[in-house]
């Protein structure tokens, strides 16, 4: 694999450890776990902390608009569009709470397309966010 597989997606959230956007292998794009996280600002849309850390505002569903937003973003910037998407994995960390609302919203955001789709409950992200999505593309040659 050469560097010029490696996608950096300069309007996307910049990654919390030493892993690019995106790896382009032949017609398959692998993105890297994409958060929420404002690219412009850093923050996490619908999340307010107080100064001592707790939660003063909390908006799942500002999450997972920002979410999608980030994940098309790192397509674009890898050549592939919304459409091209085969395989979601998403990370939530409170599916009790969480997963009607995502589960809307995804129906609304893949009606036209219905790649294949995992959901796992998890602990905790790096970040304070409540989703993240992993995903994979076929990129059409």
């Known amino acids: 694999m050469s560097t ?3 996608i950096d997606a300069s309007n996307a959230p910049k990654p919390v450890g030493l892993y690019p956007h995106a790896r382009r292998v032949g017609n398959l794009l692998f993105l ?3 958060g929420p996280r404002d690219p412009k600002t850093d923050g996490v849309p ?3 902390q ?5 939660f003063t505002e909390f908006d799942f569903e500002a999450q997972c608009h920002s979410v ?3 994940v098309r973003t790192v397509l674009e910037a890898s050549g592939a569009r919304w459409e091209d998407l085969v395989d979601v994995t998403v990370f939530l960390t409170d599916m009790q709470r969480d997963f009607h609302t995502y589960n809307r919203l995804y129906a609304a955001y893949f009606k036209d ?3 294949c789709r995992t ?6 992200l790096p970040t304070p966010i409540s989703i993240e999505l992993k995903c994979i593309a076929v990129i059409p040659m």
């Open 46 to 48: 619908g999340l307010k």
């Open 113 to 115: 397309n219905q790649p």
């Open 4 to 6: 010029s597989d490696r």
């Open 50 to 54: 107080s100064p001592s850390g707790n």
């Open 119 to 124: 959901t796992v409950g998890i602990d905790s």
């Open 68 to 70: 999608f937003q980030n």
């Open 32 to 34: 890297s776990g994409i």
